[in-house]
């Protein structure tokens, strides 16, 4: 098996100054710079460098997924989550790894300038330890857009069913776009709390801002006012359009049990009836 040679480690060591100029010359190149200070890229470049250069002279297997690189997977895996917070993609931040590889391999030409064998041989060692560290590095990276992108989507459900408090014991929850499975849950859950926090005994849903009703939308309509009733409050469905009504009716769908009404309005004006609060125009 192939190993770095003593030569080559030395040379990393007193090329380093060298080989940061000419690393940054080509993540600026790249692209890979954008949205980063020169300041604090230089510093993140200062440290891998010196943390790949300890582990190397320590001679430990190339395997990085060894205890030995734990503090350089470490670092890595920070900067990639640096890198997906600040807006770039997985080629930029790649790159950071990458990028490495001119200025490293260019330093081994001239080092082994006469021992073509031999330069092959550690551009090799050097490429595919390199490959692996890139690799970790998008992985991680992947793995923190993910957990960003899902972030976001939480907050824009939690955003897109806001529940709220129409009158002392009614709540409403107005509903937009499209019911998925994913999103009644979100719903259910949001309604709920606030049934418990605020003793609400009438939750009105308003599905005025729903495009279509499907069977899989009155299913998981149907499973909100089942739980809302096992809460020990009464449900009533706003904003049943003709449009929808006759979509209802043409799939058959049983509704028997819940009340609906054409609008919000309609809809809370039951709800204060049900409470014993008459409402009158001022004089």
């Given amino acids: 098996m192939a190993v770095l040679q003593q030569r080559t480690l030395q040379a990393l060591g007193q090329s380093r100054e060298t080989l940061i100029t000419h690393w940054l010359s080509d993540l600026e190149a790249s692209g890979a710079t954008r949205n980063l200070k020169a300041d604090d890229l230089k510093q993140q470049a200062n440290d891998f460098l010196s943390m790949l250069t300890a582990v190397l002279e320590k001679g430990v297997a190339l395997n990085i997924v060894g205890a030995e690189w734990d503090e350089t997977r470490f670092f890595l895996e920070k900067l990639s989550q640096s890198r997906a917070l600040a807006g770039q993609d997985s080629q930029q931040t790649a790159n950071f790894i990458f990028s490495l590889k001119g ?3 260019a330093l081994l030409q001239r080092l082994y300038v006469e021992e073509p064998a031999l330069l092959a041989e550690q551009l090799w060692v050097l490429s595919q330890l390199l490959d692996s560290l890139g690799l970790h590095t998008v992985r991680t990276f992947q793995k923190s857009r993910e957990a960003v992108i899902k972030r976001q989507q939480e907050e824009l459900l939690e955003l897109s ?56 939308v009155a299913q998981h309509l149907l499973k909100t006012v089942t739980a809302i009733r096992l809460m020990g409050a009464d449900c ?48």
């Fill in 103 to 105: 200025p490293l391999f």
């Fill in 161 to 216: 069913t806001p529940v709220v408090k129409l009158w002392d014991g009614v709540l409403a929850l107005p509903m937009i776009g499209t019911l998925d499975s994913q999103r009644t849950q979100v719903v259910m859950e949001s309604l709920l709390q606030r049934i418990v926090d605020t003793g609400s005994e009438i939750a009105i849903i308003d599905i005025t801002g729903v495009p279509t009703v499907d069977t899989l």
């Fill in 236 to 283: 009533i469905i706003s904003g049943v359009r003709p449009q929808i009504a006759q979509t209802i009716v043409h799939l058959g769908l049983d509704l028997q049990g819940v009340v609906t009404k054409a609008n919000l309005a309609d809809a809370l004006a039951l709800a204060l009836r049900r409470l014993g609060v008459t409402v009158t125009k001022a004089v």
